[in-house]
């Protein structure tokens, strides 16, 4: 196996490090509060502590990326992720593992743009960068749920504190590999010290690339407030002080963030880059996948352990089979949008996601896991279809700014992604609380009608996709040859 495809595994650790780390504390929570003896609210910022750094910084992360490099970025990221997990699982107090988790997000916050950026840098020849983009995303689903998998078979028979120090070995194979297999341009001190560095344009020119600390700072007072309000909203009050006040913020500074880029002469983001209808048509298609998976993921767990009574084990390897799907589908997708355009392929996932979720919405009190397994499979083939999206946003961009249109694309998943929980969780407390019965049918009848409401959405990115990405292809004009190093076993 050549270096470029070692450097892909490296990649691929780190990715399914940080998205298993998304949720594969959910499940052991009960154990954890039990231990360290939690109370309500530092349970809910165990979890919130890690997604609040993480969402905040994604924007910050890209450009740092972009500045002094993918691989910097990637070794620092990674190195901060897996100390930040053994911190995690040593923790002896709520303080100091809600401490941990923030670092886990800053880690990711690192690795997650950096672990795109280099794509398109290993991968030079655009039918080898698909391929390496569909592993990366079928990677990513795989670790969606195996999470709660994880979680919950070692909460169930090991101490708790495994569910974080299984990062250690993973993170040291990784950048074992990754230090000799990664290889690409570097950054003299010189340029780190003054804050700049030079990069290869898409026309094969050089030019400097400033670190555009105003952007950077708006940007992530923005994500922070707008990801905190979305966190704790339901928890406060959608009316109350703290939540009004954080989405306030939220705005004040994502309008700064908009002056100051289209001011600055180095912007973080080229704001005419959103006029166009592959970028800005792409970041929403991803939103609204992102609306149905988060949205499904957590609502769909409840009504197995609630409903099908699943132990939380059960609940997690119920979500396997669409999950191996939705990776199998993954590495298929670019050949397919290759074929057919990224439009049609991206519309075809999004209209089975969302004949899928309808399906789901039949499920009733005597429903059994056989009942949803074919909608779960569905679902996970149309999931995996979406894969080219990745390439088209980061294709918008020039390879200069790969970690940028990252940081883009994944801050469009996590906040919309939020926002499905969000918006999903309050339609379907609305709707338990108008009907009448027992707790369980109450449950069930706003579950499927939340389902359907949630299918209507995905429906909507089939004709926006159709419309945004028509004649496009994943193929992307090569990285510059100076811009790039051939990667070495």
Request: net charge neutral; glycine share 12%.
């Amino acid at each position: 196996m050549s270096g470029r495809w070692w450097a892909l595994v490296a990649v691929a650790l780190a990715t399914f490090m940080t998205y298993l780390d998304n949720n594969v504390v959910n499940v052991a929570l009960p154990t954890i509060q039990r231990d360290l003896a939690l109370t309500i609210s530092g349970l809910e910022w165990i979890v919130s502590a890690y997604i609040l750094v993480f969402a905040g910084l994604l924007l910050a992360g890209g450009r740092l990326a972009d500045v002094f490099g993918p691989r910097a970025a990637f070794f620092t990221g990674l190195t901060v992720f897996t100390l930040a997990s053994v911190a995690a699982g040593l923790a002896w107090n709520q303080e100091t593992l809600i401490g941990a988790r923030a670092l886990q997000g800053l880690g990711a916050a690192l690795v997650t743009p950096a672990t795109l950026a280099l794509l398109p840098r290993i991968f030079p020849d655009p039918r080898e960068r698909a391929t390496a983009v569909g592993v990366w995303s079928a990677v990513g689903a795989l670790a969606l749920a195996i999470g709660p998998l994880t979680g919950g078979f070692l909460s169930e028979n090991a101490h708790w504190g495994w569910i974080f120090l299984i990062n250690a070995p993973i993170g040291v194979v990784a950048a074992v590999i990754g230090a000799r297999a990664i290889r690409v341009e570097r950054v003299t001190p010189e340029q780190v010290t003054t804050g700049q560095v030079t990069v290869a344009s898409g026309r094969g020119t050089t030019g400097r690339l400033s670190l555009d600390l105003p952007g950077l700072a708006t940007s992530a007072v923005s994500l922070f407030a707008l990801t905190y309000a979305l966190i704790e909203g339901a928890s406060r009050g959608w009316t109350s002080g703290p939540i009004l006040g954080s989405f306030a913020v939220a705005a004040v500074a994502a309008v700064a963030f908009l002056v100051v880029e289209s001011r600055t002469a180095q912007p973080m983001i080229d704001l005419t880059l959103f006029r166009e209808r592959v970028f800005s048509g792409g970041l929403l298609s991803m939103g609204l996948w992102a609306f149905g998976v988060f949205g499904i993921y957590f609502f769909t767990a409840i009504y197995l352990q609630s409903a099908l009574g699943f132990s939380p084990i059960e609940a997690g390897a119920g979500f396997v089979p669409m999950a191996l799907l939705m990776a199998v589908s993954a590495t298929v997708a670019p050949r397919l949008a290759e074929r057919f355009g990224s439009g049609p392929t991206v519309a075809a996932g999004l209209g089975l996601m969302a004949a899928a979720v309808a399906g789901l919405s039949s499920a009733g009190e005597g429903s059994h896991y056989g009942d949803l397994l074919p909608w779960f499979l569905v679902y996970g083939l149309g999931g995996g279809l979406l894969v080219p999206l990745t390439n088209v946003v980061l294709n918008a961009m020039p390879p200069a700014r790969a970690g940028v249109a990252s940081g883009v694309l994944n801050v469009s998943r996590e906040v919309f992604g939020l926002l499905g929980v969000t918006i999903l969780g309050a339609v379907l407390s609305a709707r338990q609380g108008a009907l009448t019965g027992p707790p369980l049918h109450t449950f069930l009848e706003a579950y499927r009608f939340t389902l359907l409401i949630a299918g209507a959405i995905v429906l909507v990115g089939v004709p926006v996709s159709l419309y945004s990405l028509r004649r496009t292809r994943t193929a992307a004009p090569a990285v510059p040859a100076e811009a790039v190093a051939e990667p070495v076993a």
